[in-house]
């Protein structure tokens, strides 16, 4: 079956880096477009950024400059390198895939962040 696991949150300082991981299996990896949300407590989940299959990306205005998403086909593993952390950041952090050929989406049980000041 499907499953997306992230790895790699945890209690950072406003400035910091933390860098966030996204492993697949049941899927064919290249075949998906990939993407990070995030979720804070009372709010509605965002999409943070994405990788597509053909390696384009896009980023939400908040995080452009400061966050970078790539992928490793190979390891069938997605990532989220996040700089310049501030606590506005502070939230679950999910992965997504989208499989093209059957138009579904699939998620993790997502990761926390916390980004103290």
């Known amino acids: 079956q499907v499953q997306l696991v992230e790895s790699g949150g945890g209690l950072v300082q406003a400035g910091g880096s933390l860098r966030l991981s996204c492993a697949a299996s049941?899927?064919?990896?290249?075949?998906?477009?990939m993407t990070w949300h995030r979720q804070a407590p009372g709010k509605e989940r965002e999409l943070v950024a994405e990788?597509?299959?053909?390696?384009?990306?896009h980023y939400s205005d908040s995080v452009k400059g400061r966050f970078m998403i790539s992928r490793d086909n190979a390891k069938n593993t997605v990532y989220l390198q996040m700089n310049s952390l501030k606590p506005e950041d502070t939230a679950v952090y999910y992965c997504?895939?989208?499989?093209?050929?059957?138009?579904?989406?699939?998620w993790g049980q997502g990761t926390q962040v916390t980004v103290s000041s």
């Open positions: 997504n895939a989208f499989l093209a050929t059957s138009a579904s989406n699939y």
């Open positions: 049941g899927i064919i990896f290249n075949m998906a477009h």
């Open positions: 990788v597509r299959i053909g390696g384009s990306t």
